[in-house]
């Protein structure tokens, strides 16, 4: 079985990440969404109800699964029997970031290959950090995360 790992702090998912998760299950068996425990700065949601929220967004994914996690990446992906992590990248600053980490990540786990998948152009200026900015100063983000994460979001904020 080719198992997958994408990592990340989703905090909180948008559309961008679950667009990812379903063109990487086409490409593996199995995709590990990996929510890494307390790397965010200025949180909007707490590790557990990050895990929920995209458990919930992705439920109607029998090939995905949704695990939090700590420690290094690559230690977890071994541990899980994975073959690649898999990572968005929406600009040239994604990629110079995204490279050093794919080195040092083959140094570590050579046997664990890192894949990119360039982001779908309807999402390439939404990122968790901005859909927290523009929800903390009042804007709706239907349209830009699942229906689940806009609930909980204006809940969070208090506009509900």
């Keep these: ?51 929920e929220l995209f ?3 992705v439920a109607d994914m029998p090939s995905v699964e949704v695990q939090g996690f700590s420690g290094l990446t690559v230690d977890y992906a ?5 073959i690649a992590l898999v990572r968005g990248i929406r600009a040239v600053s994604d990629f110079e970031a995204e490279f050093s980490m794919a080195l040092m990540n083959r140094r ?7 894949v990119y998948l360039m982001t779908n152009k309807d999402f390439l200026y939404v990122s968790a950090s901005r859909i927290r900015e523009v929800s903390r100063l009042g804007y709706d983000v239907a349209g830009l995360v699942p229906a689940n994460v806009r609930t909980a979001i204006r809940q969070k904020l208090g506009l509900d």
Aim: no cysteine; net charge positive; proline share 6%.
């Design 108 to 114: 570590m786990a050579p046997e664990i290959e890192s």
């Design 55 to 57: 458990k919930t967004a």
């Design 78 to 82: 071994r541990a899980q029997g994975a």
């Design 1 to 51: 079985m080719r198992i997958a790992v994408y990592p990340g702090g989703f905090d909180p998912v948008t559309n961008g990440h679950l667009d990812l998760v379903t063109r990487t299950a086409r490409l593996f068996d199995k995709v590990i969404v990996a929510v890494v425990k307390g790397r965010g700065k200025d949180p909007m949601f707490d590790w557990e109800e990050r895990i």
